[in-house]
């Protein structure tokens, strides 16, 4: 089981910190992703990790802003997202058991949290 927390309104500029708790007790085995879904469109890939930790990936749009991170020994994978703009408004997604960016590579999913932010 994956749960988000952490989102909500933000100004234009700010920064939000994401975590996701996972439950059981293989979670450094799991690579880790976070990706988002704004209204009408599809679910895009923002960040991946490996079980480790070692290994990071972003989408471009988030490069230089967001960084995705774990604590193993708290079963959470974190998304700090700096310099915020409108167009990151979405609901974002945790997900276990992949790397890569897309999203149906990931067979398990969190059930969200809204991140929204004013210009």
């Known amino acids: 089981q994956l749960v988000e927390s952490g989102g909500g309104l933000v100004q234009a500029g700010d920064s939000l910190r994401l975590s996701c708790a996972a439950s059981?007790?293989?979670?450094?085995?799991?690579?880790m992703g976070w990706f988002r879904q704004a209204p009408g469109k599809e679910r895009d890939f923002v960040a991946s990790?490996?079980?480790?930790?070692?290994?990071?990936y972003y989408a471009d749009s988030v490069k230089g802003r967001f960084t995705i991170s774990r604590d193993n020994a708290k079963n959470t994978v974190y998304l700090q997202m700096n310099s915020l703009k409108p167009e990151d408004t979405a609901v974002y997604y945790c997900a276990a058991g992949a790397i890569g960016k897309k999203a149906n590579e990931y067979p398990y999913w969190g059930q969200g949290t809204q991140v929204t932010v004013s210009s």
């Open positions: 990790i490996s079980g480790s930790g070692r290994s990071t």
């Open positions: 059981g007790r293989t979670f450094s085995r799991y690579d």
